[in-house]
């Protein structure tokens, strides 16, 4: 994949930065497309710039880039609960409008196209782990439906373009990750955890705590997704990692770094709040020879150091 014109949607994002970072690492130019709506300029700000060009755009919106694409890379979405509950139009733009756009700019340009997927698309899972050859178990009126239902349409809208305009399409279904450059106050449980530790204050559970989740490091994820983007396969393939913890083991790890027992403040389950989430990583293994490396301790000694300078 070296030496290509890469265009990132939604690149000044947690994922998107770290995507631009590994592509420019790896010799190519990238071209980010953010509004900055839920991105940020800073994770741009300490990359190399001589083949790095950021535009602010709003992906709903025609999109236009002057000379050759080799790759499309649609990761433009608010992605953690608080967002999509804040943005619930934009969320489902984005998913829609977005990657028709995106969709429409890899056609015109005759390149490959990569959608950012995500385990949501399951749902609260009935079945466990998660395959890719599971429709899903989701509401599709709930307050989290709005991302739900706008990624399963992204994914519709992208195999549309690839059996109607043979758009080399790719669609990555990412599981929980987690890593530096995530927002403190994104909704997701690995920042709110770190946050609360690094202030002394209790760390927040929903529920009980028993429900699970499979946490995958962020350099782990870019590397299947880059492998999956230069693959030859079509389908969705889910990227994760299948080593599953309860929300209350995730707080005793962190227990465990910081060297004191965290105390932990019990709260209301948000409504369609998934019980069990865990990837079946098979079909990426067999197809991608990839499977992830950073196990948990390491992922979050990784990522509260990263937040301890920054907080």
Not at 12 to 41: C, K, M, Q, Y
Not at 100 to 117: I, P, Q, T, Y
Request: include cysteine; hydrophobic fraction near 40%.
């Amino acid at each position: 994949m070296s030496s290509q014109r890469i265009v990132i949607t939604g690149g000044a994002g947690f994922l998107g930065s770290h995507l631009a970072e590994e592509l420019l690492r790896r010799g190519n130019e990238v071209v980010v497309l953010d509004n900055f709506i839920t991105g940020n300029p800073d994770n741009l700000a300490a990359l190399p710039q001589d083949h790095l060009t950021i535009i602010k755009q709003d992906v709903t919106t025609f999109l236009a880039i002057d000379g050759p694409v080799d790759l499309v890379l649609h990761f433009a979405s608010p992605a953690s609960p608080i967002d999509y509950l804040k943005l619930p139009i934009q969320t489902l733009k984005v998913g829609s409008l977005g990657t028709h756009n995106a969709l429409g700019l890899a056609k015109a340009k005759n390149s490959r196209f990569l959608l950012a997927s995500t385990s949501e698309v399951y749902g609260d899972p009935n079945v466990h782990p998660q395959t890719e050859d599971y429709w899903g178990h989701v509401n599709p009126v709930g307050p989290r439906g709005v991302y739900d239902e706008a990624k399963r349409f992204a994914e519709a809208m992208a195999m549309a373009y690839h059996r109607t305009h043979g758009v080399e399409t790719r669609i990555v279904r990412i599981f929980n990750t987690y890593g530096p450059r995530m927002r403190l106050h994104d909704g997701r449980v690995v920042p709110a955890f770190i946050a609360q530790a690094l202030r002394g204050e209790e760390l927040t559970v929903f529920g009980d705590g028993r429900q699970t989740r499979s946490f995958c490091f962020v350099s782990d994820l870019i590397e299947g997704i880059l492998r999956l983007a230069a693959s030859d396969y079509s389908g969705p393939v889910n990227i994760g990692n299948p080593d599953e913890f309860t929300i209350l083991e995730l707080a005793e790890k962190l227990s465990e770094l910081v060297g004191k027992q965290l105390p932990i403040k019990f709260s209301e389950l948000p409504t369609d709040d998934p019980r069990q989430r865990k990837p079946d990583i098979t079909l990426a293994h067999t197809l991608l020879g990839w499977e992830p490396k950073i196990k948990l301790h390491e992922g979050l000694q990784r990522t509260l150091d990263w937040f301890s300078k920054v907080i």
